[in-house]
């Protein structure tokens, strides 16, 4: 009698821990917007407080090789939210992003991560900047969200027309400089938004969202304002960094971050909840003291430099993610692709998925195989890179009104030794740029380009 007892005790424990091992994990990213890979105290900031992501950092996976897949907000997370390079989705161009007036959006068409997780049976939520679209077919509430709350678009457009040129880069913007709208499920409920409490606004509605559906599985993608210029505080922050109102912005989101976590512990939900941290690309550098730092690298926003696209990635999942830091290179595109895996979701059948599944190198700390990695600047490849090695077949600055410096051969730097990109080392590898060569003619073999939709 002990002994069947005994069976049924191990086989009601090894079922107890299978259910354990399928259940679906809630899924959250934080975006942040035009934030430097130096400006976090995790990632070499000296002046700029980030305690809550410097223990987010601590405690799981920091990537010091993390991409975002574009230089710009739109392209950058129409990558994000479809694991695709934005060119197949014709997210990406000459305009660059999208404006007001534009006619454009991600197209219906489209698998977001939040149609592919809601059909897993998880109630996802968009917190924070849109900027895919205001037309039928692009909005959230068209792209897999159950609900939706923040800006349409970036927080400098819709400007008043007396505002003199520049004042978006200005250390004490008009707050009332924007008629930006606060929208709620497809509908405005202020106009102009008060952005000096978006931040704030954003985290509790993060908070009650994760609050609300605890008992079931989420995905919460909460994209903040922040830094983007023009830059604003809540009274809390306003005035309390060394770095000026880039600080108090940012640290204000640093607060976010935490509120954030805290919640998941506090709803014993930590050990059951992926948690991404990032940035959609580097720091708007032309904005001076509002613009962000790059640390080392080179160049910044709107730039294939390393500078623009190379931004913070942070992985955090207590209990299944081990603290650790990693060169891997790895992308947002892979957190798309990340998310299914962990859900169970299949891809969409008829979409090529660029990103993959980070979770061997998450969970297990396993090496993930040297893919290429494409830099394109609109819908023009950039650069390359394969492992250390990146060349560059044309350059240009972020924001100038100079032509774009095309390179034969390219250029070529060791990532590794060189980071900043100073030393071209093209005339001593020619077989590195041969292999980089064949990789970029493979990958636009097989592209077929989406519908432009930002012209």
């Known amino acids: 009698m002990c002994g069947v007892m005994m069976l049924v005790t191990v086989i009601v424990l090894s079922l107890a821990a ?27 900031s000296p002046t700029i407080r980030t305690p809550h ?36 989705s014709g997210m990406c161009g000459n305009r660059r992003v999208l404006f007001p007036n534009s006619k454009g959006g991600l197209p219906e068409k489209e698998v977001t991560i939040a149609e592919a997780l809601r059909a897993q049976g998880y109630a996802t939520a968009h917190v924070g900047k849109w900027h895919l679209g205001i037309h039928e077919g692009s909005r959230p509430l068209d792209q897999g969200f159950d609900r939706s ?3 349409p ?15 978006s880069g200005s250390p004490a913007p008009p ?93 014993d939900l930590a050990e059951k909840t992926l948690v991404f941290f990032t940035s959609d690309n580097g720091p708007w550098l032309i904005m001076g003291d509002q613009g962000g730092s790059a640390g080392l690298l080179r160049e910044g926003k709107g730039s294939t430099w390393e500078g623009g696209m190379r931004v913070p990635g942070i992985a955090w999942w207590p209990g299944r993610i081990q603290p650790s830091v990693t060169s891997g290179v790895a ?50 490849l950039a650069a390359c890179r ?29 990532l590794g030794l060189d980071p900043s990109e100073k030393r071209n080392v093209a005339a001593e590898h020619h077989d590195v740029i041969a292999r980089i060569q064949s990789a970029v003619q493979t990958h636009r073999s097989a592209l077929v380009p989406g519908k432009p939709q930002l012209e």
């Open 18 to 44: 299978s259910a354990i091992a399928v259940e679906k994990p809630n899924i959250v990213i934080l975006f942040a917007d035009d934030l430097g890979y130096g400006d976090l105290g995790c990632y070499g």
């Open 53 to 88: 992501l410097d223990r987010m950092a601590a405690e799981g996976l920091r990537f010091t090789d993390f991409y975002s897949v574009a230089e710009v907000c739109t392209p950058s997370r129409a990558a994000l939210l479809t694991g695709r390079y934005p060119i197949r």
């Open 149 to 151: 709350f923040g800006l």
């Open 153 to 167: 678009y970036s927080n400098d457009m819709d400007a008043r027309a007396d505002l003199p040129k520049g004042t």
């Open 175 to 267: 707050e009332d400089g924007w008629n930006v709208p606060l929208i709620r499920d497809g509908k405005v409920i202020e106009q102009p938004a008060d952005q000096t409490t978006l931040t704030k606004r954003y985290t509790e509605e993060a908070v009650k969202f994760i609050r609300e559906k605890k008992g079931e599985p989420f995905f919460l993608y909460f994209a903040h304002t922040f830094p983007h210029v023009p830059m604003f505080a809540s009274p809390t922050f306003k005035g309390k960094s060394r770095s000026g109102i880039y600080g108090d912005a940012v640290e204000e989101l640093d607060w976010s971050v935490g509120q954030v976590l805290d919640a998941l512990r506090r709803e």
């Open 331 to 380: 992308s947002t595109m892979d957190v798309f692709a990340t998310a299914l895996a962990l859900a169970g979701a299949p891809a969409a059948r008829d979409s090529v998925i660029d990103g993959r599944d980070l979770s061997p190198l998450l969970l297990r700390g396993k090496v993930l195989p040297e893919t290429p990695f494409f830099y394109y600047r609109g819908d023009k």
């Open 386 to 414: 394969i492992g250390e090695w990146k060349a560059h077949f044309f350059t240009q600055a972020g924001y100038s009104q100079a032509t774009a410096e095309q390179h034969e051969p390219p250029l070529l730097f060791h």
